[in-house]
Structures are given as structure tokens and as C-alpha cells.
Nanobody, 115 residues
Framework: VQLVESGGGLVQPGGSLRLSCAAS????????MSWYRQAPGKERELVAS????????NYADPVQGRFTISRDNAKNTLYLQMNSLKPEDTAVYYC?????????WGQGTQVTVSS
């Protein structure tokens, strides 16, 4: 199983980024998917999650209304559209695939919000 994140980078406050997570080696449409992030010196935290067919989405309070999680099961890809970015959004962002007791993580992509 491989989960490969991309789309991170340096962006100014108020800007936007779109993260992608390409999955392989698993039946993507069977897995619930999530985005997590970890800032320096802090614990990894859940950002957003989406059910296997995309019918249910949940967001952490700090990103509600600014971030949108989506998935394309035909392309085995998970997305995170991030708008109105703030310096406190700076972190390494990870995607996670989960099904029953199985869980897989990507290697992460750095997002830095700074002027």
C-alpha cells in the first residue's frame, strides 16, 4: 500500500493550496480517508475526514468553512482544498486510509503559511 501526498508548499496568509493523496495497492473506494497535520512541537491532529463513498465529511473546528475534503474513487485520489490559509495552518499534512482495523499513512507534505 502506498499513499503519496503532494501539493504542499509556501503560501502567503490568505492564500490557497490544494493537497492531493494518491493511493495504490488498496481498494480505495472501501477506505475511509482522512487528513491529519502535525506542527512542530505539537501532536498530530485530525483535520478532516470523508467516508468511503464521500457521503459523510467532518472537519476540525479550526478549519471549518475554510478547508474542503473530497475524493475521486475513479482516480484513487484524496484531496484537501485549503482556502484563507493562516500561519497557524503551518504543519506537515498527512493522509490516512482506514478500514476496519487496517490503517495506512502517507509520508506527509509540508505546508508553510508565511509572509
Amino acid at each position: 500500500v502506498q499513499l503519496v501526498e503532494s501539493g504542499g508548499g509556501l503560501v502567503q496568509p490568505g492564500g490557497s493550496l490544494r493537497l492531493s493523496c494518491a493511493a495504490s495497492g488498496l481498494t480505495f473506494s472501501s477506505y475511509g480517508m482522512s487528513w491529519y497535520r502535525q506542527a512542530p512541537g505539537k501532536e498530530r491532529e485530525l483535520v478532516a475526514s470523508i467516508s468511503s463513498v464521500g457521503g459523510s465529511r467532518n472537519y476540525a473546528d479550526p478549519v471549518q468553512g475554510r478547508f474542503t475534503i473530497s475524493r475521486d474513487n475513479a482516480k484513487n485520489t484524496l484531496y484537501l482544498q485549503m482556502n484563507s490559509l493562516k500561519p497557524e495552518d503551518t504543519a506537515v499534512y498527512y493522509c490516512k486510509a482506514a478500514y476496519a482495523r487496517l490503517a495506512y499513512w502517507g509520508q506527509g507534505t509540508q505546508v508553510t503559511v508565511s509572509s
